[in-house]
């Protein structure tokens, strides 16, 4: 009899809980089975229509444990282990987990030989086995942002950007930039502000990214380094990135995190590669990043730097971060369901750019694919 699993499936607009056939590893291949899995605002992108990401099985969030192993992968990452997967491969572009091959929003997920012999698969401790596990690689995301941020030395950080990467973002910037630091934290709706207010971090100022909040910009001094993180959606990251760019007057980094058109261009920046600018930080190398300086159209010269995806060092930092101190991110997952539910809630993100699900703002949605043993299956 052929093994098959549950998996949500994305098709013709809507995502919907259907039966797949299992696969079975063989040579360096793994069989997982995910535990949780997040959505991530690349996922909303996708199930919007933003992108064109073939993957009908999306999610490159989450942990999952080990059930069946080819005959050749290490030992380390054999049956049985709690694992988390680099859904970036640095070398390998066939190899973009939920993105161009199928994700962890399913209850088996097939690992391919190179994301295992090239060590995307890390092992992880019993301790990291809950929900605060899908914040993992977009906290991953922060440490490599505020890794390139850092050589600016700021004094304040402005994050645009109220989804979990910028929540994650001013959560983080103190232990990582710095206990001094200051940070404004612009939203895209009031919704957003009021449940930052709500939601205090200490340090941050939470604004709307509209004429008042333009201003507070303006108002920073002359002589301020400022670090920007653009942590927006595609369809948002240029509006943020020339607000940034009329409104700072001090020496600034912009950090473009947030996705981009491949033919991105600013106004104020008509010439400048913004995509090739993006992606000359991925996975981790160089090591250190690159930031490029640029000028622009008024005059100002600015450094822009970007990355995409994280290096197994990121990720082995986020990890010891959500372990020692999981208070102080525990608040962003603010919803946890079934397979069923969770469906539902895509399918509404999917039409309609309100976040209220069931009375309460979303910020991250958490999946509870499986429940575990440490059996194999």
Known sequence: MTATHKAMVRQHGTVSVLTQATPS????????????????????????????????????????????????????????????????????????????????????????????????????GEHHNSVLSTLLEPLAAVHYAFSLLADHHPRTLVVFGDGVIGHLAIRAAAALLGSDIRIVHLHHTEQGVAWSKQHRVAAVRPVLNNAAGAALLSSLPEDERVGVLLATPRDATLACLNTALCCLRGDTTIDLLGGLPSDASAPLLPSVDLASIRAANCGGAPNPGVSFTVQTSTGKSVQLTGHRGVAHRHLRHAAAELARHPLRYSDLVTHVLPMNDAAAVMNQLAGSRERLVAGRRLIKLAVHISPDNLTQE
Request: charged share 20%; glycine share 12%; net charge negative.
């Open 25 to 124: 590893p063989a040579g360096y291949e793994l069989l997982v089975k995910p535990l949780y899995a997040g959505l991530c605002g690349t996922d909303i992108q996708m199930l919007r229509g933003l992108r064109a990401d073939p993957s009908p099985i999306i999610g490159h969030e989450g942990i999952a444990r080990v059930i069946a192993a080819g005959e050749r992968v290490p030992d380390e990452v054999g049956v049985g282990t709690l694992v988390c997967i680099n859904p970036t491969h640095r070398n390998d572009p066939s190899f973009l987990l939920g993105h161009n091959v199928k994700g962890l929003l399913q209850e088996r997920v097939l690992i391919q030989e190179s994301a295992v012999r090239d060590g995307l698969v890390i092992p992880l």
